[in-house]
């Protein structure tokens, strides 16, 4: 399928080294956060979410970390695996609304 | 198994022709969405619904029209008025309610012109 990762930035990584992507988000307002992973030509895939309320947050493999000071939203990915090429994105959304505002994303690419 | 279809997988547009993007779900959510995703930018709110025979327009509405007559679908035509229509078409859903805003996407349309 087609890439969407054309003109993204882009973090390469070797198998087995741990993964930090970053998000910088621009509504102080903003309560709710969404990661997600789209391979290529394939819709988006939830990964994680987080709440204004928490910083930090565990899933399998996956960790967000919230800076609310710095507007800055991180996702880290333990022990890379090929698997997890793609473009990641995050959402943000604000309390008055239902919708949420995406990010370009980040193209991940995982070399064995 | 739950979840979120769209169909065809790749659509051709012939020039002033008017063409209809599928989405269903079955994941009983009341909100329902359309994004178009151009290469290396953030996806693009076309319309949503929140709520069976009720739709806004969202950033990008013109060119397009929507119905949802029934809740598990929504589907999307992209009219001969829309000039650039080749783009990713991504379908999404939620359960519609605070607290519950996660939106689960389906496996996206291609559409091309000819």
């Known amino acids: 399928g087609e890439s969407v990762g054309l003109h993204l930035p882009t973090l390469s990584v070797q198998e087995g080294d741990n993964s930090i992507i970053n998000c910088a988000y621009s509504?102080?307002?903003?309560?709710?956060f969404i990661w997600y992973k789209q391979e290529s030509g394939k819709g988006p895939q939830f990964i994680i979410d987080?709440?204004?309320?928490?910083d930090k947050r565990q899933g399998q493999r996956v960790t967000v970390l919230l800076n609310k000071t710095v507007k800055h939203l991180s996702l880290q990915i333990a022990a890379t695996q090929p698997g997890d090429s793609a473009v990641y994105f995050c959402?943000?959304?604000?309390?008055?609304?239902?919708?949420?505002?995406f990010g370009r994303g980040t193209s991940l690419i995982v070399h064995p | 198994d739950g979840g979120i279809t769209q169909s065809p997988k790749y659509l051709f547009r012939k020039e002033g022709q008017n063409v209809t993007l599928s989405c269903e779900q079955n994941?009983?959510?009341?909100?329902m969405y359309w994004y178009r995703q151009d290469p290396g930018q953030g996806l693009r709110l076309i319309y949503y619904?929140?709520?069976?025979?009720?739709?806004q327009k969202g950033d990008i509405a013109e060119g397009y029209s929507v119905s949802r007559e029934k809740k598990e679908s929504f589907p999307l035509t992209v009219t001969s008025a829309q000039k650039n229509p080749t783009a990713f078409y991504l379908c999404?859903?939620?359960?519609?309610?605070?607290?519950?805003?996660?939106?689960?996407f389906g496996p996206g349309t291609r559409l091309l012109v000819l």
């Open positions: 959402a943000e959304k604000s309390g008055g609304s239902y919708i949420p505002t």
């Open positions: 509504n102080s307002a903003s309560d709710y």
């Open positions: 987080i709440r204004s309320n928490m």
């Open positions: 994941l009983n959510h009341d909100a």
């Open positions: 999404a859903s939620s359960i519609g309610s605070a607290g519950k805003e996660t939106q689960y």
């Open positions: 619904s929140q709520i069976v025979n009720d739709f």
